[in-house]
């Protein structure tokens, strides 16, 4: 019976784009200014995330304790609210719509491990919420999933496929449990 051997890992041709002193200076901004509680201002977070190739929108407001990977593979469009402790994991693209919510501690992961191979291979996908949707509290995104516009991901679920447009989805993985409507 074969056995995971991390050892033989390689991430190749895994690239996160961005030179090694970007990716290195970025590290030491994100601790410093994002993952703290130090800085609540929303205009610095916004502005840094620009400088660093973000592409954002009017009125984004980054709360306290944010962890953001890679801000030059992340689009967010207007009117969004990132809760306290989201961790927008971004190894790939990751494209957020207009009028989005992400509650506290959700987690966007775009990347996972493919565990039948002995050498632990990085997968990778894209992650694109759509306008409207609303990730609960402590809720996980996987790699490779849309959130189309208006879809509810309810605190602590885990979508590990698509959801539909205005649905409200829950638990682990993530189910359909009814539809949304908004008036």
């Known amino acids: 019976m074969q056995k995971t051997d991390l050892e033989s890992y390689n991430n190749f041709p895994y690239h996160p784009g961005g030179s090694a002193v970007k990716r290195i200076l970025w590290y030491y901004i994100n601790g410093f200014v994002f993952k703290t509680s130090l800085f609540p201002v929303y205009g610095i977070k916004v502005a840094l995330l620009r400088l660093f190739g973000a592409k954002i929108g009017r009125r984004v407001e980054v709360k306290p304790c944010v962890n953001i990977k890679y801000p030059w593979l992340l689009t967010i469009g207007d009117e969004v609210w990132i809760g306290e402790d989201v961790w927008i994991d971004n190894l790939v693209e990751v494209t957020i719509g ?65 959801l539909e447009n205005y649905c409200i989805y829950q638990g682990n993985p993530a189910v359909k449990v009814r539809e949304r409507e908004i008036s």
């Open 98 to 162: 207009s009028n989005v919510c992400l509650s506290q501690g959700a987690v966007i992961l775009t990347g996972s491990h493919n565990y039948k191979k002995t050498s632990f291979n990085l997968i990778t996908g894209n992650v694109v919420i759509e306008d409207g949707v609303w990730v609960g509290a402590k809720a996980i995104v996987t790699q490779g999933i849309i959130l189309a516009s208006h879809a509810v991901l309810t605190a602590g679920s885990v979508a590990t496929k698509n």
